[in-house]
């Protein structure tokens, strides 16, 4: 496998939900590749169908998803994995930093034991040894004192120290690819801050798929951004040709909604899953919509190099 | 955008009527509420339903099953059938009745003791906690035989005296709902303590409320199936737990008479097990009604 | 408008051996009618707690709360009942803060029908004026709150507060857990909703872009004590306490403010110093 060869390629991805209401599509027909050593940040806002594609490529859906399409991890198709090889895969090969809730953590059990569980299960160090791994790690996500956090509950970290030792449990079998859900949701300022500035660490050594809503880390993070939209891609490319000169009327209107942007809110609401509008999903809520936006539904052009828009104003 | 409930497919279902569809995962819950408003409606229609007078002789003693006497006649040539039914009055009034008054109680002291915290709550523990150490069922026994008192009564005794387990589940949701920011908003509004009580607590508990309510139901027909047993229950009623002592002391068992044995523990344990499997089913239904997924 | 002289909110823990946390240890400032005032700093730092403590949601251990002349802290609690309309809450989680039985036609009402403000017609006619200023339209009106998006529900939130028509509001973060579109429109609405009834409000947030787009004047919180305090664009663009340099520096990655005019030197402690007109510094550590 040569170094040009992508890492992650994902194919025409479909994933839907069966619920009482009918089936939510919360991705259609999704197309990605992350190349090795790469930080590929996937914008969106609720709804979009971010944290899905995320859960999509390590199978940690529920057994009733519907899943089309290919997920090619070096060359092998994900999806076409039987359970026992996923498990391999999983941790090992491609860890997530899961977002942080309340429940990420074990509250009856230690967090060295949890991390220390992920080490023997992969590494096969027992006892002490991976013990003292774990210790390792948590002092790589730099928290204080880390043999003495080690065998505190989860209940004496905060927020932020949560945030950390959940990086850390991924780091644990020094992963070739990472997925990081929304690890800065619900951090104040200063915390963010330190996230971010310890991902741009780890970030070095692997490639990373970072799912967040939060535009500024994806700035600093990441060198190409796609941003969602209702379950598909509406603009990817490199970072600094999105983020200052976006292309697509919904990247436009997220980035001007932004406080230090002017704060202009984008009208309406997000759309239902289950009926997206037919034509251009964003249609409804874009201020340069024609009539063909209602009807056509919009493919990813190419408008600058490696940047493309689903946009019909640039077809 | 809604949050969605995302849950297993229900492939068959039937519907019943328009707000009640059956289908795999609730066919427990409709199952076991169908037997137990079989049983109301029996203790209802007992006068019309039986055949005889529960206490009237009316045939020969201790006869076999035949089409007149359904489940033939004890040795007081009454009709076993007849008393079977008349007897599910007393069960489901000592059930029912006392389970109303525990509840009740539960629920008020629950709501009180959560909502006010500090020193109320701990005052009003500290006494619960002396409450439950006496021993109820002895207590019961005692003041039955004293005071021989009717049905009701009993009922209503069985419930405050048996009745104050469910005070720290009921207390502990209401010390989270509490301070909930929906109900510090109501306050901030400028709303008085027992309109939120009322009206914003009461109604978040009930479904935690009524699942008591039916087990207290189950445990206390059960205590009065023992009361029964043991002789002491309402001597004007018919009581199943008196047909078994009965039964067994006057010779049922030696003389195989199944048909004077077997009915009434039966028909105690169909209930008891529809109350248990209703209890269940609607905890679990009323437990985080929407799976919410992030997408 | 309301003056708030050294109020103190101290929790005591701890069985056998009471510890005492200050939450807030002392914080006075202003706020004028119609004017509103950022409170920010990290997490931990008393801020939620002060703002609940003002209304007294939560009982502080001393000071005064001066509203519009009348101390709210000497109230009988059945004339705080009474008086509670004129100052309300918009709470961080909007699904929260609603009676998840209640359908949104019954949250609005409630707070009319408390105070019985209002006949059935009239409380009919509020609710629909009130649930249209706040951006939704009359099918919101039958659902229940987890029916509706975040965005929804803090529309649904305000519309239950508005219905009082406060003089004040004190709003805890109401927008931390919402996407950046739709905060935006929660924050416009609010805006404009403020302007157009000119209420006081006290915004509480950590971030300080939103402060920036929203206040007038903003107050920096460590440790239960405001340490800096003065217009918007002054205390962010040059902050003189080191705290607030550091908070300033961290969401704006360094490249932020402008080089401080020199602050001048400690005299005593815990006084505030008036640095440039109308903005105050803590005269400790700086």
Known sequence: MTTD???????????GFPTSDGLVKASDAIDLTIRT???LALLGETGSGKTVLGMAILRLLQPNTRIEGEILYRGRDLLSLPEREMQKVRGREIAVVLQNSGTSFNPVLRVGDQIAEAITLHRGLKGPDAEAAAVDLLDRVRIADPARMAREYPHRFSGGMRERALIALALACNPSFLIADEPTRGLDAVTRREILSLFSEINRDRSVLFITHDIEAAATLAARVAVM????????????AVLSSPVHPYTRGLLGSLPERGMRPIPGSAPSLIAPPAGCRFSPRCTFAVGRCEKEHPGLVEVGPGHYARCMLYD | MR???????????IRVWRWVTVSGHNVALYLSLGVILVYCAIALFAPVIAPFDPFAMSGSPLAPPDATHLLGTNDLAQDIFSRLIWGTRATLILGFLGAAVSVVMDTIIGIVAGYYGGRVDEAVMRFVDVMMTIPAFPLL????IFFRPGIYVTAVIMGLFGGLNGVRIIRSQVLTLAVSDFV???????????????????PNILPLVGVKFVTSAQHFMLVGIGLGFLGIGDQNLVDWGQMIERASQNGGIILGLWWWLIPPGLAVTVISLALAWFA????ERINPRFQVMRV | MIDICDLKTYYSTGFLHRTEIRAVDGVSFRIEKGETLGLVGESGCGKTTLGRSLLRLIEPTGGRVLFDGTDIMALSRKDLRRFRPRMQMIFQDAYASLNPRMRVCESIAEPLRIHGLEDRAGIDRRMRDLIERVGLNEEHLNRRPYELSGGQNQRVALARVLALEPDFIVADEPTSGL?????????????DLGREYHTACLYISHDLGVVRAMSDRVAVMLKGRVVEIGPTTDVLDHPCHSYTRRLVAASTGGEGFARPAPCPASLRLPAMIEVRSGHWVEATAR
């Open chain 2, 3 to 13: 949050s969605f409930g995302v849950t297993p497919h229900a492939r068959s279902s």
């Open chain 3, 179 to 191: 996407d950046v579109s739709v905060q935006a429109q929660i924050l416009t609405l609010f805006r």
């Open chain 1, 229 to 240: 939209y209702a379950g598909e891609i509406v603009e990817i490319g490199p970072v600094d």
């Open chain 2, 184 to 202: 510090v908003g109501t306050k901030a509004l400028g709303a008085g303590d027992g309109y939120i009580m009322g009206r914003h607590i009461l």
């Open chain 2, 141 to 144: 026994l005692v003041v039955t």
């Open chain 1, 5 to 15: 060869e992508p890492l992650l390629r994902v194919r025409g991805l479909k994933v």
């Open chain 2, 280 to 283: 269940y089913a609607w905890e």
């Open chain 1, 37 to 39: 050593g790469e930080t």
